[in-house]
């Protein structure tokens, strides 16, 4: 049976489930999510070595899920046809706001795990999410026909954590397409249908949005009461705006136009937005005449990493800002302030869930609207105590105030989970010891893994902190996190100077014990990559007026005596002393050319 005009109508709330697949990373969400569309007729065959539910670039390339995707699909279960609305969710821990938000339209989840790795960090932050949220979750172990499956250690597993029984465990591959017939019918039986009301007012909530270039802003909702259809005169709360329903359909699994849309389903609509600022996430559509009690709306995300977006030519700023805003329309998790550069010029200060969700961010700009951007180091959100007793907040190194004004100064803590093999303990404690962590807890998931939780300061975390776990585990270590207030601690700011002059969008906040290391790399890599120009470049990192690390880049020199053919030695000289004393002009009022790389080595640390 297929999804028409017509018969979406007989889909009553009692007929519909939604419900979304939560994992961790690489568990084979996006695999499973594709043979579910399959096995109900949504998807043909023809795409069924392309994973339909990655339908970014980025997640191509990557190969993981960065933005949660929506389709519908029609089931028959015991002569009945069934409205099922899946939320395939990304796994990895800076895109956690795509899975909560996505569990606002739902009513259950499919708890994935692999076979082969068990139960990660992830599966434990995304199974609570759902928890918290009151959901059915149904237990999948996926990934059974692999040659290094264990079904029996990860159903342990899952029984010491979580409490699932044998029974409820639902045994599957995505790839081989084993188990997609008995999830289907879990999904029917075991989650609850919505708690809709067909004869209510129109109540919706706008859980998702994206810019399309042809058809404007497209709003994802989910209906609690009512039916919403074309023509309709719809308000949003948060907005107060006025607007008419112009289009509105299902994902069938691209996006399907139908007349109506009825109190329990999930589906689009487009009301002829002219700016991507009108759909705010978590907002509320009524219709207009018939005012409803609004949605209580989404916690907003808290940026953990913040990093400074600029255009490679000023003269893009606009075209920058445009991308920026559509894109920021796609992810309601990304905050962003204007911000102007000496060294340069406008850009943007944007704050991320993480470091991959900036540099995801940052490829996105690059590959969706062809933007050539300059990125600046990472940094987080210290508090500060003056000397006059006032707080402030500060995430830009430049705003960083002179020494003797600051009485103290405090930063971000995270209660980080690492769930690890037992052979390679020893190196995820030495990595954290080095990153200044606090060990607060050690226990065994079972004879070959263990859970480590640790206190660590987020700017530790937020560079290279990850890709160090993944090479010292040999990717077998996984890693979570929450936010854990504030703690007092000995930072300073290094500030690079090229010539003596402070290039802020090269400066960092670092611990005091490390920041002569740090200073000493970072003016050696970047007289490798700073370009030799027409006059001595002098590479400094200083703390304050101390200089702790000195590179020099030695100058082009051009042959101005090689028009003397002969004469007296005097007239080299003369020659050799006005072109010195040009270089000593030349470097007081010439600007030294940046080139990205030189951002890009404060990112890569060793």
């Not at 978590?282 to 977006?309: C, N, S």
């Not at 004879?447 to 987020?458: D, H, S, T, W």
């Not at 051009?558 to 007239?571: E, F, H, L, Q």
Request: aromatic share 8%; hydrophobic share 40%.
């Amino acid at each position: 049976m297929k999804i028409t005009k017509e018969n979406l109508k007989n889909f009553t709330p009692d007929k519909v489930r939604n419900f979304s697949v939560i994992a961790h990373i690489d568990h084979g969400k996006s695999t499973l999510s594709d043979r579910l569309l399959e096995t109900t007729g949504t998807l043909s065959n023809r795409v069924r070595n392309d994973l339909f539910m990655d339908k970014l670039q980025v997640e191509k390339e990557r190969g993981i899920t960065v933005k949660a995707q929506t389709a519908s699909m029609v089931y028959e279960h015991k002569g009945q046809f069934y409205l099922l609305n899946l939320i395939d969710t990304p796994g990895h821990v800076d895109f956690s706001y795509e899975v909560s938000r996505s569990l606002y339209a739902c009513q259950g989840a499919l708890l994935l795990v692999d076979a082969c790795q068990g139960v990660q960090a992830q599966t434990m932050a995304n199974f609570y999410l759902a928890f918290e949220q009151d959901l059915t979750i149904l237990p999948v172990i996926n990934k059974i026909d692999m040659a290094n499956a264990d079904i029996e250690r990860v159903a342990r597993e899952l029984h010491t954590l979580f409490d699932y029984k044998q029974n409820e465990l639902i045994l599957a591959s995505g790839k081989a397409g084993i188990g997609i017939t008995e999830i289907l019918e879990a999904v029917v039986e075991r989650i609850p249908a919505p708690k809709a009301d067909l004869n209510g007012p129109l109540k919706a909530l706008l859980f998702d949005s994206w810019y399309d270039e042809y058809k404007g802003v497209i709003c994802l909702i989910t209906l609690e009461s009512g039916c919403m259809k074309k023509g309709d005169d719809v308000s949003l709360a948060q907005g107060q705006s006025r607007y008419e329903v112009l289009d509105i359909g299902v994902m069938y699994p691209e996006p399907t136009p139908t007349d109506c849309l009825y109190a329990g389903q999930v589906g689009y609509v487009i009301m002829g937005m002219k700016t991507v600022r009108e759909a705010r996430i978590g907002d509320t559509i009524y219709a207009t005449k018939h005012p409803v009690k609004p949605f209580p709306g989404f916690r907003p995300a808290k940026p953990m990493v913040f990093a400074g977006i600029y255009p490679v030519e000023n003269t893009d700023f606009e075209l920058l800002k445009d991308a920026i805003e559509k894109l920021t329309l796609n992810d309601a998790s990304v905050a962003i302030e204007r911000k102007s550069s000496p060294a340069l010029g406008l850009g943007f200060r944007c704050g991320f869930l993480g470091l991959l969700h900036a540099d995801v961010f940052k490829q996105r700009l690059e590959q969706e609207y062809n933007m050539s951007i300059i990125i600046t180091a990472p940094s987080v959100r210290y508090q500060i105590k003056l000397t006059n007793g006032t707080m402030v907040d500060i995430e830009n190194p430049a705003d960083f105030p002179e020494r003797n004004y600051i009485d103290e100064i405090y930063e971000p803590i995270i209660k980080a989970t690492i769930i690890v093999p037992t052979e390679y303990i020893g190196n995820i404690f030495e990595l954290c010891q080095k990153k200044r962590g606090t060990q607060t807890d050690l226990s065994y998931l079972d004879e070959g893994r263990v859970i480590l939780k640790y206190k660590l300061p987020l700017n530790e975390v937020a560079t290279d902190f990850y890709d160090q776990l993944k090479s010292l585990s040999s990717g077998y270590a996984s890693f979570d996190y929450e936010e854990a207030g504030y703690e007092a601690a000995d930072l300073v700011k290094m500030d690079i100077l090229l010539n003596g002059k402070p290039v802020d969008a090269l400066a960092t906040i670092l611990h005091k014990e490390r920041a002569p290391y740090v200073g000493r790399d970072l003016a050696e890599k970047l007289r490798k990559v700073i370009h030799r120009q027409l006059f001595e470049v002098i590479i400094q990192a200083a703390l304050g007026a101390t200089i702790v690390a000195r590179e020099r880049v030695a100058p082009l020199r051009k042959n101005v005596t090689a028009k003397c053919y002969g004469g007296d030695i005097s007239r080299k000289r003369k020659l050799l002393e006005k072109q010195k004393e040009g270089k000593k002009r030349m470097k007081q009022v010439g600007n030294v050319e940046v080139p990205q790389e030189a951002f890009l080595t404060i990112l890569e640390k060793d």
